[in-house]
């Protein structure tokens, strides 16, 4: 039964703090950003949202690097049938 005081010493201390535990202001300019539309958007990150976290920018950033890597894909084959066109 010597737990029991403990107990009721933490709640109260818990109970106590509670109104000061809150969210800072200021921590993250996140509110002020727009959420981007397109790649160009997302890249500008002075104005739009750039966190992952977002699932709608994660689905952007994922399109805009697939959309970087095709040109780069296409570009492989001809550069190699145009060396293969010399021999």
């Known amino acids: 039964m010597k737990i029991r005081p403990f107990l ?8 106590l703090a509670s109104p000061f535990v809150m969210a800072h ?14 790649c160009e958007q997302l890249a500008d990150t002075k104005r739009y949202i ?6 709608e920018v994660k689905k952007l950033k994922e399109q805009c690097d697939a959309a970087k890597k095709k040109p780069n894909a296409a570009q492989s084959p ?10």
């Open 78 to 87: 001809a550069a190699r049938g145009s060396s293969n066109d010399g021999n």
């Open 50 to 55: 750039s966190d992952v976290a977002y699932p």
């Open 25 to 38: 202001p200021g921590g993250h300019d996140d509110d002020e950003k727009a959420m981007p539309k397109t």
């Open 8 to 15: 009721i010493a933490v709640l109260a201390s818990a109970s």
